[in-house]
């Protein structure tokens, strides 16, 4: 994999683990407040797209919609 797309992907997994951090929810949290949306995912399987970084931006914007952020520091 080019360099420049791992870059990308670490920048993209860390801006909604900063999201996460900054509103103080969990993985766990995330799962059900992903369900309260209609999204059903397992807490391993998202933990696992977080960490990875490979993640749709629909996912992206599911995530901030769920945890109710209204902007995005990058």
Known sequence: M???EKEWENK?????KGELARKGITYAQLVGK????GVMDSEPNIRNKISRGKFTAV???QCLEAIG???VRI
């Open 2 to 4: 080019p360099v420049i």
């Open 59 to 61: 996912f992206l914007v």
């Open 12 to 16: 993209v997994k860390l801006l909604l």
């Open 34 to 37: 992903l369900a309260d949306i």
């Open 69 to 71: 952020a209204q902007e």
